[in-house]
């Protein structure tokens, strides 16, 4: 037995509750190590005999196996400990490590399931489909606003440029939205800023005149509302634009300035070319970085968080460049709005592993970038395979509880990335195959806007294109494509809210294969990644839940008996 390769902890993601007396434990060991897994635990006062759960293996990847129990007790309060069976050896894993008997005050403490520790993002997020847009490119529905010297809509992109962009436009083509089945928009920022992105924000508290008025937005949230669609905004507290008024203050009265502490200047006078302040990303003159360690500096911007939920009932932030802002500021973030709206959604960026950020007391949910990583290299590259790919999902669901996995924001593009259509080189083959996956795998799929009819695009800027209103433009097999599966996913609730498991992961053919799962149903996914029809013996799955008699196609609605079952060329099978 590999003793350095198992691994608990009595909290976080390997020990959690997910209902009032019951706890959901995990265990890692050694890949393929152990042949028997079970959790014995009691009330942590004692008094029983220990009650046994058997430890099912939910998850792998290249260099350990993943055990998962849920134990439950009346009182709430959890002592445990694993044993371990290889097959030679028989040991009790606890706190104070390895034994053939357990002694005395070795177990693992949960020490009591407390209402408050029981958390979870929003249910409404969970799993929901959401719609990325970036204002400026969507749709120009007020010629009136434009900024000077607007450009074409179909000429290409440059990092200056503008096309007349603005929330009219998101109001003017909601049909869309509507007739796609999105349920949550997301808006890149819509304040007041010089740029078309919007990310050098000059004052938080207006709309930017160029895309419309506050009554705009608010006749647009409650047309979302109308429709039971969610609005989440985007902030970015990491930095202000060069026209903040406390840096324009900075700017003017040097040291003596009241805000000069908003912000980490080397030196005065304070100098752009090159600035000696700090700034975000590489010396970016016109994005001052701002200290939220300073108490007057956090007390501005919780109010802006609070303001736009409190005034404007939008359900959610978006949490631009989330990572390098402290802790202890988005957790007092997250109290203010949480007090304004219980509900309310709060997402960071953060472009690797995150788990520190959303253990319930900072973020509901990141933006799911290690997902995206290996979508780009299974389907779009097709640089690693079928293994490989089940390995690097199995990290990204180990890592969190089971309800914040549901509401990640699973992206295949974004605003800052190259367009995931021309990653696989054009080929539509290959964008519907990750397609199908994101809108069957466990999370809140996110859908970069244009991606649905076929727009392509490399890097910023030219990921940024003017969306394609033409239908003769758009490629509307596509768009059949992302309106079936997430209808299909709001007709199962399994493939929203259940849970996951790699069932198949063949590097030979490069087929793979998920299960979503409840007490109530599940849902077998197969992805054949390759250009040549394959086979699968539907004999041979591991269904977690039992093995049914027969299964359908939820697509073409075909029925077939278990045994051997046909993809196409880069086809999908949903059978349920």
Not at 92 to 118: C, M, S, W
Not at 270 to 292: C, G, H, R, S
Not at 401 to 407: E, I, P, W, Y
Request: proline share 5%; aromatic share 14%.
């Amino acid at each position: 037995m590999l003793r350095e390769a198992v691994y608990h902890l009595a909290h976080g993601n390997y020990a959690y509750p997910v209902s009032e007396d019951t706890l959901r434990v995990t265990l890692r060991a050694a890949k393929g190590d152990l042949q028997r897994v079970q959790v014995l635990y009691h009330d942590r006062y004692g008094g029983s005999e220990p009650l046994v759960a058997t430890m099912d293996l939910v998850a792998e990847d290249e260099l350990f196996s993943y055990y998962q129990a849920d134990i439950v007790l009346a009182t709430k309060r959890f002592g445990y400990v694993f044993l371990l069976d290889d097959g030679k050896n028989v040991l009790f894993y606890t706190e104070k490590g390895f034994f053939t008997e357990v002694p005395p005050n070795t177990q693992f403490h949960y020490p009591y399931i407390a209402l408050r520790d029981l958390w979870e993002p929003p249910r409404w997020s969970q799993g929901a489909v959401i719609y990325q847009i970036f204002p400026e490119r969507f749709a120009n529905g007020d010629p009136t606003n434009d900024p000077p010297n607007v450009e074409a809509w179909d000429t290409p992109p440059t990092v200056t440029s503008q096309k007349g962009g603005d929330l009219q436009g998101v109001i003017d083509r909601f049909d869309h939205l509507v007739d796609l089945g999105v349920e949550v928009i997301y808006l890149t920022p819509i304040f007041q800023a010089p740029s078309n992105h919007k990310y050098d924000t000059v004052d938080y508290y207006k709309i930017d005149p160029h895309f419309g008025t506050e009554e705009t937005l608010r006749t647009l949230i409650q047309l979302a509302h109308d429709h039971g669609i969610k609005i989440v905004l985007d902030a970015v507290f990491n930095h202000s634009g060069f026209g903040f008024f406390a840096f324009q203050d900075v700017l003017a009265k040097g040291p003596e300035s009241a805000y000069a502490h908003w912000f980490n200047i080397e030196s005065f006078p304070v100098q752009t070319d090159p600035p000696n302040y700090e700034t975000f990303a590489n010396q970016i003159a016109t994005m001052p970085k701002l200290m939220t360690v300073e108490s007057d500096v956090r007390d501005y911007f919780l109010e802006v968080g609070r303001y736009w939920i409190r005034e404007f009932g939008i359900d959610g932030w978006r949490l631009d460049v989330a990572n390098e802002i402290d802790h202890q500021f988005w957790r007092e973030f997250r109290q203010v709005v949480k007090a304004e709206n219980p509900e309310a959604l709060i997402v960071g960026e953060l472009w690797h592993e995150a788990s520190e950020w959303v253990r319930g007391d900072q973020f509901d949910s990141v933006m799911n970038y290690s997902l995206q990583y290996a979508c780009l290299d299974f389907f779009a590259r097709g640089t690693i395979r079928a293994r490989s790919f089940a390995h690097r999902l199995a990290k990204v669901q180990m890592n969190h509880t089971q309800a914040v996995n549901l509401s990640m924001f699973n992206l295949l593009g974004s605003h800052d990335t190259e367009r995931f259509l021309t990653t696989c080189g054009g080929d539509v083959q290959k964008f519907s195959l990750a397609v199908a996956f994101q809108l069957t795998y466990e999370g809140a799929p996110m859908i970069y806007y244009g991606d649905e009819v076929g727009m392509e695009g490399l890097i910023d800027p030219d990921c940024r294109r003017g969306m394609l209103w033409d239908p003769k433009e758009q490629n509307l097999e596509l768009l059949a494509w992302h309106k079936t599966l997430i209808e299909l996913r709001k007709k199962h609730h399994v493939l929203r809210r259940g849970q996951s498991k790699t069932v198949w992961a063949d590097s030979a053919t490069n087929i793979f294969g998920f299960v979503r799962f409840s007490q109530d149903e599940q849902i077998l996914v197969l992805l054949n990644n390759l250009p040549r029809a394959q086979s699968i013996d539907l004999r041979e799955i591991a269904w977690p839940v039992e093995m049914p008699q027969h299964v359908q196609d939820l697509l073409t609605k075909e029925t077939f008996n278990l045994g051997k079952i046909m993809l196409e060329p880069y086809g999908t099978r949903i059978l349920g």
